[in-house]
């Protein structure tokens, strides 16, 4: 057996045997086995040890004791409670550690993560090992709830990954793909087989590093708006782009101006028949702020702070 005994299978599974512990499918539990994996975590994260990690499904704490070993002031967070209490068994003497037991995306968790931020200006560094169908609720919950990041490292679905690096006209660029250029670079890192987990999941994993921009590129008049055009954009991704628009626009109960959206686009140097998939961020930027300016004004408080 190696030194972190949590990620190692022989001693994993008799250990969740000991402790009665089922996983659960509901939470997309497969546990790292995988010590190449855990090193490139650690690497990309670049810790020191007056970093803050917000770790993010902590499970049976494989990549927790990891953290913990590079002396950084660790908030685990977990939403099984059986898997909470037992990292409160394995963890709770470490003084470099606070677990949480919830679920990341409610209010309630969020305020108890926020509680444990130290107020000195430090920036998190988030690392996750995630369900594919949790990872964008969770990135855009972290990156618009006004947590001061500097780095994510994900281990997720390579699919997934796929898309949240993918450029302007490939088939993987999305919505998700837009709301990161808007608020960092993201990179994939590398990519592991399905062993490498413990159970093994029926598909491949990537990890990849998202880091803030210390400058941002553009900015939108309102973000949270920006986003919601962007999402309903997408939602239709083989529509033309003036199409995308007027289904923004039908979305106010208001008839679209289809001359106005050509004259616009055509403006901003954006074809009208170019489809989603092909519009680069700045653009979208663009696009997004002209739009918020023929907004309704009593609609407009939805979208402020």
């Not at 169908?133 to 709830?145: A, D, K």
Request: one cysteine or more; hydrophobic letters at 40%; proline letters at 6%.
């Amino acid at each position: 057996m190696n030194d972190f005994l949590l990620s190692d299978r022989q001693f994993l599974i008799p250990y969740l045997q000991k402790n009665n512990i089922f996983l659960k499918k509901k939470y997309g539990q497969n546990f790292v086995i995988d010590q190449s994996l855990l090193d490139t975590v650690i690497q990309t994260a670049d810790l020191q040890p007056d970093d803050v990690v917000l770790e993010i499904g902590a499970g049976v704490g494989s990549l927790t004791e990891r953290l913990l070993a590079q002396g950084s002031q660790v908030i685990a967070v977990e939403i099984d409670p059986q898997l909470g209490q037992l990292l409160i068994t394995h963890f709770g003497h470490q003084k470099k550690i606070s677990l949480i037991e919830g679920d990341v995306l409610k209010r309630t968790t969020l305020e108890q993560i926020q509680a444990q931020i130290p107020t000195d200006g430090r920036k998190l560094k988030v690392v996750a090992n995630v369900p594919y169908y949790i990872t964008t609720p969770i990135i855009t919950t972290l990156l618009t709830r006004g947590f001061q990041i500097s780095d994510m490292i994900f281990t997720i679905q390579k699919e997934v990954a796929e898309r949240l690096v993918a450029l302007p006209g490939c088939k993987q660029y999305s919505a998700i793909t837009v709301f990161l250029q808007y608020y960092g670079d993201t990179y994939l890192v590398e990519s592991f087989p399905p062993t490498s987990f413990f159970p093994s999941p029926r598909v491949w994993s990537s990890i990849i590093h998202f880091m803030t921009h210390d400058e941002r590129p553009c900015t939108a008049q309102n973000p949270l708006f920006f986003h919601h055009c962007v999402k309903l954009c997408f939602t239709e991704r083989r529509k033309m782009v003036k199409n995308s628009i007027a289904h923004v626009i039908k979305g106010w109960e208001q008839k679209p101006d289809m001359t106005w959206i050509e004259n616009m686009l055509q403006q901003l140097e954006v074809s009208p028949e170019i489809r989603p998939e092909q519009i680069w961020l700045e653009q979208f930027v663009d696009i997004t702020d002209q739009l918020w300016n023929i907004y309704p004004d009593t609609l407009k408080s939805k979208w402020l702070p």
